[in-house]
């Protein structure tokens, strides 16, 4: 049995080493391509093996650093970070044989380069996943940032490098002069950094401190998609499909939705319900965001941007989820937050096989694609039908926890305000999979290959899939796995 | 043996001082330029060497010993020993890279002494005891480095207009000063650091009047905005060697005894408040004038001389405290600028348009590594000094209820981030122009100081925790008296 | 106000504007000869006050010295400018070098 403590090691380093391989080893491609899956593979091996040892109560605290008195750079096991970890490195595997297969198909200039940045995002995501505390997670988040920027930029035009300004300053600018400040706040007032169950603000601060601090701690972290800073995700729709797929599926937004949960759970813990004005505050605005993002997508053709969009009002309910101090919102934001990363990096990847297979990109080109890609967009529409939240899927559980942690605490207009974002999900992506089902065939001369996409490019769409409708099963021992933060010591 | 050891180590400020003094000596009579580096080598390692060996046993042992005086005209409080052993140091990297600025000219051995003798102010300025003493080491080193930019006229006749720059800035500067301190010392009752921290002061609004002018006149040669009109083209345009030289170890010495000077001004009952917002203004306006002026810049070194304006602005927020952790939180950030500043301006390519940065990773990785690392640290990335040095300021002004000085690093640090940013962005993601793909610039040795610097502001970041104790206790000992 | 203290005043007050004065004409005249004119101006006026207010001789002996240094070194570099551009105007020696520095973007 490997103990924890190097289990961790290698969740942290296996995506290090997958970027250095990427920068060291650019040629041959087979020989690139091959150390990537195998050392995303090592990644989601230890990943599962960690999860286990969490599990069954194992330990382990990882330090790099001591940047200040009383504050370390360190990694810790967590039932949060642990779940992002595991979803996160599974989902990244298929990715990385995805992303693999597509550079080769659409014969990307600089194939290398997007890997490496990929996989730094990918360990800057699970850096965060197992930060220890309020300093680690700051710095994780800055890493993010910096990693997935070049991956806006890639296209290396005008349009790819002012869209990457909008989404570097977005995302600083946040992070800087919001959650920055609220860090060292936080460490002026309690001289304390590290996450804990019973949060960090012992001994009691005021209610207007509180509160201030809530709101400056929620929208630091931008990556969850709250306006106004927000701007960051339609940006990003202009990065080539593999880096849309990690920024919006595997890590970028994932991490905001995890960072959240994170603040909420183990910085503000039962503090959270004194902070109730600037909760409500926050609730309200990701409904409204929620439904004005849901709106927003249905009008853009682009099949990225359309995805943005979705994933803004996904994480919004992220958000939402979080900030209901309940331990069934808390549950509920951990599902959301899995079920909406296996759904949308299914979309992404579907999408860019299809566009892989057939150079189309906007919505509208899409119909009838079903027919000539049956598979691919089988797996779409599943995954479509769980970012709608449409029953029995893993999407429809997490709305649902949502909105009964939402009744519980009083807030019926949030829940309302969640019906109507799925039925306005519906409406952006209902319409475009059922089109593209069951709409007329294009002629056979739309596939760049007489054999359509290969097995590569379609089969992690397909398991991506399969484990979206698998968490309709592990709703339960998700909800067991998480419940140790509630019986963790303080 | 032990006992020259013993004699060595009492006067190790002294040291520090005449060390670089007499390696200027032997380097003007150098026959050639690399016999003139080697002196300043050896010269500038001894002072880095005893000042660094003051600074431990003054600020970093569990027992600090009590400030003392050393000799007639210095003066070692926690301050002055904290900047002395940053410069020493400095200078001593700056010696160490010297043979990469360095040609077969005959006035070379004349530019390494100069360099010499301005290191040799700059040390002086930050043991002197008094402040005339302050104000003649400043002189000193401000003729020595104009004189030493002037020499770079030999490669490019724009050397001279930046050295005219530096001499109308630094004698008006020294004109402003000498009537400043002529004024603190009749309100004092004397001009050495000793009277100023001990006496009340006769006439409060002399007394005034001369710190306000006095702070004027370091940060106006400082290059705190908006009295650093002279500063971008200076660095723009000056000598390799002299820009260095000066944004490192000038702007370090000069913030250093403003630190210093302000020490006692914040303390007096009759002028502390007033000093005290005359600074935070000051410091607001250089954040944001310079913050904006960055943004803006097209040269790489003009683009550090507005950025290290902005940081100065950082610095008098945190002096204008007034308080330890203020204090402490300037002395780190001098220490993350001049770092920064240093690796910038060694590091930058002789064409100082940013356009010559573009793709400059790939032909010149150890300096793109070395430039990244400034720009880091400038921008404040977590895990370097730069990132300490906020916090610290952030930690302090939050405590303090200080939420102006607060916005303003978050502000400065904002800022920092599009102008560092765009340099790691041109360095490694665009390729290199016509005009510039050709010029490889080959690896050069001596350019190692620039990646030790660099390395240092990063890795320091990562365990600062020996920096922290000396800035704390620098503070604690500001005046010479513990609190 | 004895008179003594009236005319330390008024020594102090010419100080002051012969500093001023001496400050305007080194930042803002054109020509590098009146640049160095109103540094010698300035450091005057400074001097002066400070002898006015009975500052240490150290004081006055360095600030002196200060001065004679920087004019010695302003008139050496007048000369070389002289030589190498063929003036000692400031706008016609920042023409020359315009080429060579790219200007700032405007704020």
């Known amino acids: 049995m490997i103990a924890a403590h190097i289990l961790l090691m290698i969740c942290l380093g296996a995506p290090l080493a997958q970027a250095f391989a990427a920068a060291a080893a650019p040629r041959p491609p087979g020989l690139r391509d091959t150390l990537q899956i195998a050392l995303s593979l090592t990644h989601f091996i230890a990943a599962c093996l960690l999860f286990g040892a969490t599990r069954g109560g194992a330990e382990a605290r990882l330090v790099l650093a001591r940047p200040l008195p009383h504050v370390e750079l360190a990694f810790a096991l967590e039932p949060l970070g642990v779940l992002m970890a595991l979803v996160a490195s599974g989902l990244g595997m298929l990715h990385a044989f995805h992303s693999a297969a597509y550079l080769r198909a659409v014969a990307e200039p600089a194939p290398a380069r997007m890997q490496a940045f990929m996989a730094l995002a990918s360990f800057a995501a699970s850096a965060l996943a197992f930060s220890a505390n309020l300093f680690t997670f700051f710095v994780a988040i800055q890493a993010l940032t910096l990693a997935t920027f070049?991956?806006?930029?890639?296209?290396?035009?005008?349009?790819?490098?002012?869209?990457?300004?909008?989404?570097l300053a977005t995302l600083l600018t946040a992070s800087i002069g919001l959650l920055l400040p609220a860090i060292v706040w936080t460490y002026a007032i309690t001289e304390r950094l590290e996450f804990s169950a019973l949060g960090v603000f012992t001994p009691p601060v005021d209610a207007v401190t509180l509160n201030a601090l809530l709101v400056l701690f929620v929208l630091g972290v931008a990556a969850v998609g709250l306006p106004p800073v927000h701007r960051w995700l339609p940006s990003s729709a202009l990065a080539p499909f593999p880096a849309v797929a990690s920024i919006q599926g595997v890590a970028v937004a994932n991490a905001g939705g995890i960072g959240v949960l994170k603040i909420t759970t183990?910085?503000?813990?039962?503090?959270?319900?004194?902070?109730?004005?600037?909760?409500?505050?926050?609730?309200?605005?990701?409904?409204?965001?929620?439904?004005?993002?849901?709106?927003?997508?249905?009008?853009k053709q682009d099949i990225r941007e359309r995805l943005a969009y979705s994933m803004m009002a996904q994480s919004a309910a992220v958000a939402m989820a979080a900030l209901i101090a309940l331990p069934t919102g808390t549950f509920a934001a951990a599902l959301q937050v899995v079920a909406q990363a296996c759904a949308a990096t299914t979309l992404a990847m579907a999408a860019a096989t299809a566009h892989a297979a057939t150079g189309r990109d906007r919505a509208a080109d899409f119909a009838g694609l079903g027919r000539l890609m049956p598979w691919t967009f089988a797996?779409?529409?599943?995954?479509?039908?769980?970012?709608?939240?449409?029953?029995?899927?893993?999407?429809?559980?997490?709305?649902?926890?949502?909105?009964t942690a939402a009744a519980d605490a009083g807030y019926l207009w949030a829940g309302g305000l969640v019906a109507l974002a799925a039925v306005l999900s519906f409406a952006h992506w209902g319409p475009l999979a059922s089109n593209a089902l069951v709409g007329?065939?294009?002629?056979?001369?739309?596939?760049?290959?007489p054999d359509g996409a290969s097995i590569l490019l379609v089969a992690p769409v397909i398991v991506a899939a399969a484990a979206t409708a698998a968490l309709l099963f592990l709703a339960d021992p998700i909800a067991t796995f998480l419940s140790a933060i509630w019986r963790a010591p303080a | 043996m032990a006992a020259l050891l013993e004699i060595a180590r009492n006067n190790a400020a002294l040291i520090a001082v005449l060390a670089p003094f007499v390696g200027a000596a032997l380097a003007a009579l150098a026959p050639a330029g690399r016999w003139a580096c080697l002196a300043a080598m050896a010269a500038a390692t001894i002072a880095a060497v005893a000042a660094c060996d003051l600074a431990a046993r003054a600020l970093t042992m569990a027992a600090a010993p009590p400030v003392a005086e050393s000799g007639l005209a210095l003066r070692l409080d926690g301050v002055g020993v904290f900047i002395g052993a940053l410069v020493a140091t400095l200078g001593a990297l700056i010696a160490w890279a010297s043979p990469a600025f360095v040609t077969r000219a005959p006035q070379t051995p004349y530019a390494v002494a100069l360099f010499l003798l301005a290191l040799t102010g700059w040390i002086a300025s930050a043991y002197a005891g008094d402040l005339v003493t302050l104000h003649l080491a400043f002189a000193l080193a401000s003729v020595a480095t104009v004189a030493a930019a002037a020499l770079g006229a030999e490669r490019d006749r724009a050397a001279l207009s930046a050295a005219l720059r530096l001499l109308i800035a630094a004698g008006v500067a020294g004109a402003v000063l000498t009537i400043g301190v002529a004024l603190i010392a009749r309100a004092g009752g004397g001009a050495s650091f000793v009277s100023l921290a001990h006496a009340q002061l006769s006439?409060?609004?002399?007394?005034?009047?001369?710190?306000?002018?006095?702070?004027?006149?370091?940060?106006?040669?400082?290059?705190?905005?908006?009295?650093n009109l002279w500063t971008?083209?200076?660095?723009?345009?000056?000598?390799?060697?002299?820009?260095?030289?000066?944004?490192?170890?000038?702007?370090?010495a000069l913030l250093g005894a403003l630190t210093r000077l302000a020490a006692y001004a914040v303390v007096a009952p009759a002028l502390g408040e007033g000093v005290s917002r005359a600074l935070l203004a000051l410091g607001l306006a250089s954040v944001a004038i310079g913050s904006v002026q960055a943004v803006g810049a097209r040269d790489l070194r003009r683009l550090a001389a507005y950025a290290a304006a902005a940081q100065a602005g950082c610095v008098l927020i945190a002096v204008a405290m007034g308080s330890p952790a203020g204090f402490a939180a300037a002395l780190v950030q001098i220490f993350a600028l001049a770092i920064a500043a240093l690796a910038l301006t060694i590091a930058a390519p002789p064409h100082g348009a940013l356009e010559a940065l573009d793709g400059l990773g790939r032909r010149a990785p150890f300096a793109s590594l070395a430039l990244t690392a400034g720009a880091l640290s400038l921008m404040g990335a977590p895990l370097t000094l730069g990132f300490l040095g906020r916090w610290r300021l952030i930690e302090a002004g939050v405590g303090g209820g200080w939420w102006w000085a607060a916005g303003a690093v978050i502000f400065a640090s904002l800022s920092a981030v599009f102008y560092g940013g765009r340099l790691i962005e041109r360095i490694y993601f665009r390729r290199a122009s016509v005009a510039h793909e050709r010029v490889h610039e080959p690896w050069r040795v001596f350019l190692a100081p620039a990646l030790v610097v660099a390395f240092a502001g990063v890795l320091m970041?990562?365990?600062?925790?020996?920096?922290?104790?000396?800035?704390?206790?620098?503070?604690r000992f500001l005046t010479g008296a513990a609190p | 106000?004895?008179?003594?203290?009236?005319?330390?005043?008024a020594v102090l007050a010419g100080a002051l504007a012969l500093l001023a004065l001496g400050a305007s004409m080194a930042f803002t005249s054109a020509n590098v000869l009146k640049r160095l004119v109103g540094v010698a101006i300035a450091h005057v006026g400074a001097l002066t006050g400070a002898l006015g207010l009975g500052a240490p001789a150290t004081l006055a002996l360095g600030g002196a010295g200060a001065l004679l240094a920087t004019l010695a070194l302003g008139a050496a570099i007048a000369v070389r400018l002289q030589e190498g551009y063929g003036a000692v105007e400031g706008p016609e020696i920042d023409a020359a070098d315009q080429y060579d520095e790219p200007p700032d973007e405007p704020l």
Request: a positive charge.
């Open chain 1, 150 to 167: 070049p991956l806006v930029a890639h296209a290396g035009d005008d349009e790819a490098r002012r869209a990457a300004r909008v989404y």
């Open chain 1, 266 to 299: 183990y910085v503000f813990g039962p503090r959270l319900a004194e902070a109730q004005i600037a909760a409500q505050g926050l609730m309200a605005l990701a409904g409204a965001a929620m439904c004005a993002a849901a709106l927003i997508a249905l009008s």
């Open chain 1, 379 to 403: 797996a779409f529409a599943l995954a479509a039908a769980s970012l709608i939240g449409m029953p029995p899927f893993s999407g429809a559980w997490a709305r649902l926890w949502l909105i």
């Open chain 1, 440 to 449: 007329p065939a294009p002629p056979p001369e739309a596939l760049k290959r």
């Open chain 2, 203 to 227: 006439a409060p609004g002399a007394g005034g009047v001369g710190y306000g002018l006095a702070f004027g006149a370091l940060a106006m040669m400082a290059g705190v905005a908006p009295l």
């Open chain 2, 232 to 252: 971008a083209a200076f660095y723009g345009r000056g000598a390799a060697l002299a820009v260095a030289a000066f944004g490192a170890l000038g702007v370090a």
């Open chain 2, 461 to 475: 970041g990562a365990d600062p925790s020996m920096l922290l104790r000396a800035a704390d206790n620098a503070s």
């Open chain 3, 1 to 9: 106000m004895a008179p003594a203290h009236v005319l330390q005043l």
